[in-house]
């Protein structure tokens, strides 16, 4: 199993560009979700999933949209990049609270910087 | 609303010494509480939970609902112990969706 993959590892984007981040899982968990990292600031949550054609807000869901069409992919978009977007992106999946508790598994993450 | 407080950005210990990581939350509900662990230049992974009650790679962690504390405990750091800690709760209502603290990062010197 690969686990929870990302790409790109690392992107440059000028302000007003669109990009999307790309997750996909392979261990047919129910969950996803991505995070971005800042200093001094820990994880927050952006969107997250609780299974195909499913989708909702986090804690700072502005200027990014999500969906979700299959069980493995969970995509991230960026409609027009902000400076204040440049961060390190982190995508998680777990099985759900039926099928061994809530262990989020995370991807190496996405390095974004915003010119 | 639902917080996680790890007061110390950064700790240095000496090596073989004891270790605590400080970690406070704020929470309504009945906490389920989590320490992730992320060594440099790999990704981000679970160190242990609170409901399984185990100790992984020599860490501890006890939950204490009168001090709303998850502190991480170690008798003796090991230079491998070196790396930033997450302590994190998860929300209630599905969705495993977590709230992390800011970090500590772990330095353990010989």
């Known amino acids: 199993n690969a686990g929870v993959t990302q790409t790109p590892k690392f992107q440059v984007l000028k302000t007003g560009q669109s990009m999307t981040l790309q997750c996909a899982q392979d261990m047919n968990h129910e969950y996803m979700s991505w995070y971005r990292q800042d200093p001094g600031m820990g994880l927050r949550l952006i969107h997250y999933s609780v299974g195909a054609g499913i989708t909702d807000q986090g804690e700072v869901p502005n200027g990014y949209n999500v969906s979700r069409s299959t069980t493995e992919d969970f995509p991230l978009r960026l409609l027009s990049a902000a400076p204040s977007q440049t961060s390190v992106y982190f995508c998680?999946?777990?099985?759900?609270?039926?099928?061994?508790?809530?262990?989020?598994?995370f991807g190496p993450g996405t390095r974004l910087l915003v010119l | 609303a639902q917080r996680v407080t790890q007061p110390e950005k950064l700790l240095s210990v000496f090596k073989g010494a004891p270790v605590e990581l400080k970690c406070n939350y704020s929470y309504s509900g009945s906490p389920e509480l989590f320490w992730y662990v992320q060594y440099s230049r790999q990704r981000l992974q679970l160190l242990l939970r609170?409901?399984s009650r185990e100790s992984i790679k020599g860490f501890t962690a006890d939950l204490n609902k009168g001090e709303t504390s998850f502190h991480l405990k170690k008798p003796f750091a090991q230079e491998e112990d070196s790396a930033m800690y997450y302590c994190?709760?998860?929300?209630?209502?599905?969705?495993?969706?977590?709230?992390f603290g800011t970090g500590t990062q772990l330095k353990v010197e010989l």
């Open positions: 994190a709760l998860s929300h209630t209502g599905g969705g495993n969706k977590l709230t």
């Open positions: 998680a999946s777990s099985p759900g609270t039926s099928d061994g508790g809530e262990t989020q598994y």
């Open positions: 609170h409901i």
